[in-house]
């Protein structure tokens, strides 16, 4: 399994009225790991959808387990499987710096389209394998 991690910040502006960050902002720091992920293995998202690629996430498990604040810094760690012949699993937790608090647990579930249905073999199988 390939694994990848980046550091990230918090923003003032994704705290909700609580002083904490929103929950769908969580879901903005777990998509951008996981473009980041994919270009780090030479995988250019601009690239798949003009060849006729349509990434799509079909599934997102998301177990949230405490709670970011403003200026927070962070670990977004993202592992990739594969799940069958179409579908493909990031396995992803984000972990506060400060205390190596695990965040959130997540598995997003995807597959690639071309025309509207799900395809094999696809772009991922190179990083995957």
């Not at 780090?40 to 690629?53: A, E, P, V």
Request: glycine share 4%; with cysteine; net charge neutral.
């Amino acid at each position: 399994m390939k694994s990848f991690e980046i550091e990230m910040q918090v923003r003032d502006y994704e705290c909700d009225i609580q002083g904490i960050v929103n929950n769908a902002v969580y879901q903005n720091y777990l998509e951008h790991a996981r473009h980041e992920f994919l270009h780090s293995m030479g995988c250019d998202f601009n690239q798949l959808r003009m060849d006729g690629w349509e990434p799509v996430v079909i599934r997102a498990d998301i177990q949230y387990r405490a709670s970011l604040r403003p200026r927070d810094l962070f670990r977004s760690i993202v592992t990739l499987r594969r799940s069958g012949r179409l579908r493909f699993i990031f396995e992803q937790k984000l972990i506060r710096s400060a205390d190596q608090c695990v965040l959130v647990e997540a598995e997003i579930t995807g597959v690639f389209t071309k025309n509207g249905r799900p395809v094999a073999p696809d772009p991922l199988e190179k990083i995957v394998a």
